[in-house]
C-alpha cells in the first residue's frame, strides 16, 4: 500500500490527473479483533495539512485514507511482530525436542 501511495503522486500521476482520495486495506498486526480492546491494531495517522499525529483502530477499519498512513511506522510494528513470532517458533521447537528426549 505504501508504494501504492508513492505510485500514485509519480508513475501513475500522468494517468491519473488530479490525484484522487485513496483508500487501502491496511494489513497491520491484529490480535483480539474486538475493537479497541488489545490495542495491538494501533495504526498511527499523520495529518498533513496539520502534521497532528493520532492513532486509530485498524480492526475497527481496515479501509483508511492511504495519504494518513504512517507507513514507515506500520512497517516497523509488523518487524517487531515477526520478532516475536520467530522466538515463539524457537520456543516451541525446543519444547518439541525437549518432549521427545
Ligand atoms: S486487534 Fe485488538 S483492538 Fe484491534
Redo the contacts with the bound molecule.
Keep these: 500500500m505504501s508504494a501504492v501511495k508513492e505510485a500514485r503522486y509519480n508513475v501513475l500521476k500522468p494517468y491519473l490527473g488530479k490525484v484522487q482520495h485513496a483508500i487501502g486495506s491496511i494489513n497491520s498486526p491484529?490480535?483480539?479483533?474486538?475493537?479497541?480492546?488489545?490495542?495491538?491494531?494501533l495504526c498511527k495517522h499523520v495529518d498533513a495539512e496539520s502534521g497532528k499525529e493520532y492513532f486509530v483502530?485498524?480492526?475497527?477499519n481496515q479501509d483508511q485514507d492511504l495519504d494518513k498512513v504512517d507507513f514507515p511506522h506500520l512497517n516497523a510494528r509488523l518487524r517487531q511482530n515477526s520478532v516475536q513470532e520467530k522466538l515463539s517458533n524457537l520456543w516451541l521447537d525446543y519444547l518439541l525436542l525437549k518432549q521427545q528426549a
Excluded: P
Excluded at 30 to 41: D, N, P, S, T, Y
Design positions: 491484529m490480535q483480539c479483533m474486538m475493537k479497541g480492546i488489545c490495542a495491538q491494531c483502530y485498524s480492526c475497527y
